[in-house]
T-cell receptor, first 113, second 113 residues
Framework: DADVTQTPRNRITKTGKRIMLECSQT?????MYWYRQDPGLGLQLIYY???????NKGEISDGYSVSRQAQAKFSLSLESAIPNQTALYFC????????????FGPGTRLTVL | AQSVTQLDSQVPVFEEAPVELRCNYS??????LFWYVQYPNQGLQLLLK??????LVKGINGFEAEFNKSQTSFHLRKPSVHISDTAEYFC???????????FGSGTRLQVQP
């Protein structure tokens, strides 16, 4: 079984709809992250959480919200999706000092029509 | 604030030739440095990391990178590439693990027969 799982893997939705992307991990890491990837821009940080009660905005948090339901679960929501949120979304995890780097899920491809 | 610049968006190379993918960073504090690889339709996988100590670090699949503090660089090298190395490569930096990673925009390595 994969250490970091994301659901759904693909989603097509319409402008204005509320969407939730879910991430679960079995690595026992306390830190979790959400990134979006757009061609030519690399990965941009949306939100990150260093433990269940600690949530921080990243570079591009506008239009997104998150929930850390448990140490192993971190969800990303788009309250009212818009077309420029069409992207590949990645969840990642790391230990407390990130000395081992981050471990990434397989990604969710989201298309907003 | 920290930033990462990957100087080449695409690098075409013939099979069995050497390759260098360039990465420069800026940061006002001590850093951890990482290289990740993304194969088509997959998530990111850690290739190698520099935390401290020896400036030459070896990773998976025959890749290595050298940390140069004076030039603020962390270039990735492989002496002989294979077709299977075709992928996108991302350089990333974190401030000694205290915050999330900042990624470069990526370099697409295209290995030709």
């Amino acid at each position: 079984d994969a250490d970091v799982t994301q659901t759904p893997r693909n989603r097509i939705t319409k402008t204005g709809k509320r969407i939730m992307l879910e991430c679960s991990q079995t690595k026992g890491h306390d830190r979790m992250y959400w990134y979006r990837q757009d061609p030519g821009l690399g990965l941009q940080l949306i939100y990150y959480s260093f433990d269940v009660k600690d949530i921080n905005k990243g570079e591009i948090s506008d239009g997104y919200s998150v929930s850390r339901q448990a140490q192993a679960k971190f969800s990303l929501s788009l309250e009212s999706a818009i077309p420029n949120q069409t992207a590949l979304y990645f969840c990642a995890t790391s230990d407390s000092l990130s000395r081992g780097g981050q471990f990434f899920g397989p990604g969710t491809r989201l298309t907003v029509l | 604030a920290q930033s990462v610049t990957q100087l080449d968006s695409q690098v075409p190379v013939f099979e069995e030739a050497p390759v260098e993918l360039r990465c420069n960073y800026s940061s006002s504090v001590s850093v951890y440095l990482f290289w990740y690889v993304q194969y088509p339709n997959q998530g990111l996988q850690l290739l190698l990391k520099y935390l401290s100590g020896s400036t030459l670090v070896k990773g998976i699949n025959g890749f290595e990178a050298e940390f140069n503090k004076s030039q603020t660089s962390f270039h990735l090298r492989k002496p002989s590439v294979h077709i299977s190395d075709t992928a996108e490569y991302f350089c990333a930096v974190s401030d000694a693990g205290r915050r999330a990673l900042t990624f470069g925009s990526g370099t697409r390595l295209q290995v030709q027969p």
